[in-house]
């Protein structure tokens, strides 16, 4: 077993590992985004059910899609994730 912690990501916030040891307690009314990267690097997104408003349509799902896809761009270039 490895001695290596794993971080709990918080509501409406993400983060990143180069080695995956993430995880989101309490996600059960919420929306979890992971995102597996072939070089087993993660991303975790925990989006609350208050961020997320009571209804859903298409326009907040792409707002989510595209605010996923900014991390990924915000750390393309970043030595932790390629």
Do not use: W
Request: with cysteine; net charge negative; hydrophobic share 35%.
């Amino acid at each position: 077993m490895s001695d290596t912690p794993i971080y709990d990501v918080e509501q409406d916030r993400y983060a990143r590992s180069t080695t995956g040891e993430l995880a989101s307690l309490g996600v059960s009314p919420c929306v979890a985004v992971i995102l597996i990267f072939t070089d087993n690097k993660v991303i975790v997104e925990h989006y609350s059910e208050g961020s997320l408003g009571k209804s859903s349509d298409e326009e907040k799902a792409m707002q989510l899609f595209g605010e996923v896809a900014g991390h990924i761009r915000k750390h393309k270039g970043d030595a932790t994730l390629r």
